[in-house]
């Protein structure tokens, strides 16, 4: 299994341009979701999804959309990004209940000027 | 919403000393918690977790924690720190409201020095 892939590893962005980081995990995870990691800040969740088609917000949703139409992937739109924006952005996956392992991916760098 | 405390934000320790991470947790019902670990370079991965039973809890590379809840807290343990466990330690908890929204520390990052 390649567990958790995100791409892609690195991006630059304007202000205002918008762009979509990819996760996707091939261990059959009902629950996906996305973090945001800032120095000093730890990680704070985006959002998350409990299933194909079912989606909520986490502790900072604001410029960030998501959808899950499969089970595999998660994407993670920013529509118009801003310098705020700027994070490290990790997606996790866990096969289901609030007590199992949740695998995190690698990671995307995002700059935005 | 709960939330995470983790009042330690570097330590440095010579190898075979023994470490202890505090992290306190506000949140007064019911929890689960974690210790996440990252290594440099690497993804974040679970050291431990508790979520009932034995307050004291062990996981990988000789780790543990101990879940007290009249201090609502989930301190990281271990006897003697090896070079290789220099790393970023994530406490996290979430909570039996609701469960899919987890909350971490700010993180401790350890120097363990050969």
């Known amino acids: 299994n390649a567990g958790v892939t995100q791409t892609p590893k690195f991006q630059v962005l304007k202000t205002g341009q918008s762009m979509t980081l990819q996760c996707a995990q091939d261990?059959?995870?009902?629950?996906m979701s996305w973090y945001r990691q800032d120095p000093g800040m730890g990680l704070r969740l985006i959002h998350y999804?409990?299933?194909?088609?079912?989606?909520d917000q986490g502790e900072v949703p604001n410029g960030y959309n998501v959808s899950r139409s499969t089970t595999e992937d998660f994407p993670l739109r920013l529509l118009s990004a801003a310098p705020s924006q700027t994070s490290v952005y990790f997606c996790?996956?866990?096969?289901?209940?609030?007590?199992?392992?949740?695998?995190f991916g690698p990671g995307t760098r995002l700059t935005v000027l | 919403a709960q939330s995470v405390s983790q009042h330690n934000h570097h330590v440095i320790l010579s190898e075979a000393a023994s470490l202890e991470l505090g992290c306190n947790y506000s949140?007064?019902?019911?929890?689960?918690l974690f210790w996440y670990v990252q290594y440099p370079g690497q993804h974040l991965q679970l050291l431990l977790k508790?979520?009932?039973?034995?307050?004291l809890v062990k996981g990988i590379k000789g780790f543990e924690a101990e879940f007290i809840k009249s201090k609502f807290s989930f301190n990281l343990r271990k006897p003697s720190v090896q070079w290789s466990d220099t790393a970023e330690y994530f406490c996290?908890?979430?909570?039996?409201?609701?469960?899919?929204?987890?909350?971490f520390g700010a993180g401790t990052r350890l120097t363990v020095k050969p």
């Open positions: 996290a908890v979430t909570s039996l409201y609701n469960n899919n929204d987890m909350r």
């Open positions: 508790y979520f009932s039973g034995d307050p």
């Open positions: 261990m059959n995870h009902e629950y």
């Open positions: 999804s409990v299933g194909a088609g079912i989606t």
């Open positions: 996790a996956s866990r096969p289901g209940g609030s007590t199992d392992t949740q695998y």
């Open positions: 949140y007064g019902g019911t929890v689960n």
